[in-house]
């Protein structure tokens, strides 16, 4: 026997009413983000290995062991995207899009690759819905975007909701902290853990990160970003909170958030769900100022966030799934038939009607009952009796013309 071929670790299929949720969830997303002048991009699902390099950096847990990287050809190497934010910039720089009124504002739904250890709402192949507002650093595009990520979770009913929210600054303000923290870890260094010492230059941020109680001791006391912010960077994060306190918005300032991507500037923010155990992130973004220089681009000030489809539908409870509703089932006696129930069937669908034919080589009865089970309104019987028609609802039934099926049924139509 040979062996069972079955989908790769961390991957799923989307069936039934799950595929069902995604859709109604996708439809409640586009029906906040459109109104609000956010339009669709796709971008392709894998991109020069380079751009993530460059734009995510090689100093990430994604760049430095998460990519799906392959060659192609002589001195070509792709990476499947395991994110949205560098493709819609490299996008926005090929398009020309500096050219259009700004900022431009795009949204996507598409899917990411990371070769994580999988778990409970931690996959290798993952979906995103993502919002990208670039060319202004004006603070009301972040508490919009912000804004826009809590109106989609309040509308699918998400639940245990957190929303953490900081400041990083700008680069310069960054590198006077960054030297900071360098030195007070290299001061506690014997207290903290193998991983955190190893990257104390490479990455001393993460070490917030660390659940390491001798480090978190140390972190615990650690300077904090917050506080070495220039004048310009302090009245930027003002400003987003303030707008978000006018808009309702309920967040926390947590010093400590650490994202695990490197083109962030100023705003950086996270919701969490506790409805979702260890993988608690439902989504999260912020400012990108450097990204489109970063990547060859001229320079343009960047904001989005991106939310995991799987993680939102964890996080808010299942709503029960209404069966689409059925028309008409055009059942058939013989084989004979069937050419006419066929004909009969595209002609209800090409008026508009949700029509359904039998295809399952199933007795008389076994179609009634698979109409029943349909829900079907209609049913439509040919067979040498002619046409017959069944209200399912009153369960009358009556012999018309065949060229009239469609006449008996225009009440119905959807
Ligand atoms: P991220 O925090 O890496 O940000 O991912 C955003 C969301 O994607 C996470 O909060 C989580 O819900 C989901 N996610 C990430 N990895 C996985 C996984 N392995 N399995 C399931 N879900 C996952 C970004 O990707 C940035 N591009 C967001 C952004 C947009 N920043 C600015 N603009």
């Known amino acids: ?10 991957t799923f299929d989307v069936l039934g009413d799950d595929a069902l949720a995604r859709d109604r969830l996708v439809e409640t997303a586009r029906g906040i983000l459109e109104p609000a002048g956010y339009a669709r991009i796709e971008t392709p699902t894998f991109e020069s290995t380079q751009l993530f390099a460059r734009g995510v950096g090689e100093s990430t847990d994604v760049v430095q062991k998460e990519m799906y990287t392959f060659e192609a050809g002589e001195d070509e190497s792709l990476t499947l995207r395991p994110e949205g934010t560098a493709p819609v910039c490299r996008a926005y720089i090929e398009h020309g899009m500096h050219k259009l009124p700004q900022p431009v504002k795009l949204w996507y739904l598409s899917s990411f690759f990371r070769r994580e250890r999988p778990q409970k709402g931690r996959f290798r192949q993952f979906w995103q819905l993502g919002v990208e507002a670039i060319g202004s650093e004006d603070p009301a595009v972040d508490a919009e975007t912000i804004l ?49 010492r190893e990257r104390i230059d490479l990455n001393p941020l993460r070490a917030f990160d660390s659940d390491h109680p001798g480090t978190r001791e140390v972190m615990a006391g650690a300077p904090v970003l917050l506080d070495f912010l220039s004048d310009d960077d302090h009245e930027h994060f003002e400003t987003v909170k303030a707008l978000l306190d006018t808009a309702g918005v309920v967040y926390e300032v947590d010093p400590t958030l650490v994202r695990g991507l490197d083109y962030y500037t100023r705003t950086v923010f996270e919701y969490t769900s506790d409805a979702l155990g ?44 209404a069966p689409a509703p059925l028309d008409l089932y055009v059942a058939y006696a013989k084989p004979e038939y069937r050419e006419a129930a066929f004909k009969l069937a595209a002609d209800a669908r090409r008026a508009g009607h949700a029509a359904r034919l039998e295809l399952g080589g199933r007795s008389l009865k076994g179609q009634l009952k698979q109409a029943d089970r349909s829900g079907a309104r209609y049913v439509a019987i040919l067979g040498d009796e002619g046409t017959s028609l069944k209200d399912m609802e009153s369960g009358e039934q009556k012999t018309v013309e065949p060229d009239t099926v469609m006449h008996h049924i225009r009440g119905v139509a959807l």
């Open 278 to 321: 260890a993988q608690s992130g439902v989504g999260g973004g912020g400012r990108y100022d450097g990204l489109l220089e970063e990547i060859g681009g001229a320079p343009a000030p960047g904001m989005g966030w991106a939310a995991g489809v799987e993680r939102m539908l964890l996080s808010a409870p299942a709503q029960p799934v």
């Open 1 to 10: 026997v040979t062996d069972k071929i079955q989908a790769p670790r961390g």
């Open 148 to 196: 826009l990520l809590s109106d989609i979770l309040d509308a699918i009913g998400a639940r245990g909701l957190r929303l953490r929210l900081s400041s990083l600054g700008t680069a310069e303000s960054r590198a006077a902290y960054r030297a900071e923290l360098v030195a007070y870890l290299r001061a506690y260094e014997d207290r903290l853990s193998r991983e955190v």
